[in-house]
């Protein structure tokens, strides 16, 4: 991406890849996620932002990754694995869910199909021409930084039956490199497994990537700020975190106590030990931006404002009230980036809720455009940051709302008669779609991005909400069931609306 592809006016819709319709068990990177890449483009819209593609924890978020450096096995295309040659005759067949076409994500079964699949590209492997043999090697170099601890994690975990890595035989526990040594002689297959697994996800987003290229689509991705406890990455580089070995948190990540939460919010994941960062030069941010990069044109980092200070909370408490800000080099690691992005940082802030001095300094320094969410606009309050009045300059991506709110219209449903009537004024006139009437406040702004959720565009219900945080189940499983007439009416207005606004 070039600075002037970066700051030009554009529209873009959020929809994670596990949406996508016309696949089996979950939406897949093969000729669905193709046909909605050049329907975005056909329409003039010029962004598909997704949520991480790591692979998820065990309800399905993901948000609290295994691996931050992996692509989620849910996504890879059977189908197109099959008509390359990379699986044998009835493989398909073969592979649970085979007869299913479900409505929503079921995790379990997504798990079975994507261990079936790598059982089985494993043992076509010696049937695949030298080229991709080649190839696959040559692969394997360039992510050795981060690919076999993710393989020995996965195979490790599943060995134990889906214990943390705290809870394994103390030598695996700490990543002994000997004793791991040892362990991969006797465990090849199931390594390679994985690593054809991550190969084969890379090589199939690769070819979306070079597809949304040609059509000046851009890819925006996201960042979670902190990595799950129970990660490969935790694992592999326990010295960069708050933890001890047997799996204690000396600090642990949150939010203090606010309007919302008389407690805070207690998050479980370990702070960073910056000091060990800074002493190695960032690396393993570094590594991590890199790789990142490879998959998406530009990245939304969650939580920007502990790049500034980060809220720590001891690692034995139960609620967040004890916790103390500390100070983050933040500072340091973006300028870091900064030089290894070339001088140009793609990244998008995310600086939702309450954001001190400090975190607008921060962003600003390094240009990098924040977040309003127009559902924060009407609580009566006239310097509220997120009313279409008081957003300034071309800085900032607009969303009606986002993956953690509900759908608008969900969001019409439940507001009270005063916010109701207030949005009305800010329309002057009534409202009679309240999805595309916040989409339309956004598009009158001066800002250089705005996002909507596909489901606003949809006039969907939260029925078709994909998370609501703080709660257990029933999220981050909305499928779109197909592409039909009233999809691609949507994205048609959506690029009418935008090439109104000179967005095109």
Known sequence: MTRTSLLR???????????????????????????????LAENGIGLWQILPLSPPDGTGSPYS?????????????????????????????????????????DFSLADRRASCLARQLCRSWDQVSHSHHAAFERW?????????????????????????????????AVHDQNALGEWREAHQNRLLEQELLQWHLSRQWMRLRKLANELSVEILGDLPFYVARD??????????????????????????????????????????RWSRHRSTGFRWWRDRLRRQWQLSDRLRLDHFRALASYWSVPGGDTTAMNGAWRRSPGR????????????????????????????????????????????????GNPHNPYLPSNIHGTGWVVYPGTHDNPTSLGWWQRLDDDSRARFARCLNCPVEAPGWQLLELGLSSSAQLVVAPLQDLLHLDDAARFNTPGTVGGNWNWRLPVFDDSVAGALQGYGLRAEVWSRR
């Open 65 to 105: 990754s295994p691996s931050s450096f992996a692509i989620n096995p849910w996504l890879l295309d059977a189908k197109d694995l099959s008509d390359q040659g990379f699986l044998q005759s009835g493989d398909l067949q073969a592979l649970p869910g085979a007869e299913a076409g479900c409505a929503e994500v």
């Open 140 to 172: 394997r170099r360039d992510q050795s930084r981060w690919l076999q601890d993710h393989a020995a994690f996965m195979v490790l975990r599943e060995e134990h039956e889906g214990l943390p890595w705290w809870k394994w035989p103390r030598e695996l």
């Open 9 to 39: 006016r554009r529209v873009g819709v959020l929809l994670h890849p596990t949406a996508l319709p016309g696949s089996v068990v979950c939406g897949a990177l093969g000729a669905s996620a193709r046909s909605w890449i050049q329907a």
């Open 231 to 272: 990660s490969a990455d935790v694992w592999s580089h326990r010295s960069l975190f708050s933890i001890a070995a047997d799996g204690r948190l000396r600090e642990q990540s949150g939010v203090p106590p606010d309007y919302f939460s008389e407690t805070g919010q207690l998050w479980g994941t370990p702070v960073y």
């Open 332 to 379: 340091e690691l973006l300028s870091c980036l900064r030089r290894d992005a070339g001088g140009l940082l793609p990244l998008v802030a995310e600086d939702l809720g309450v954001i001190t001095p400090d975190v607008e300094r921060l962003r600003d320094r390094f240009r990098l455009p924040g977040m309003k969410v127009l559902q924060f606009a009407f609580d």
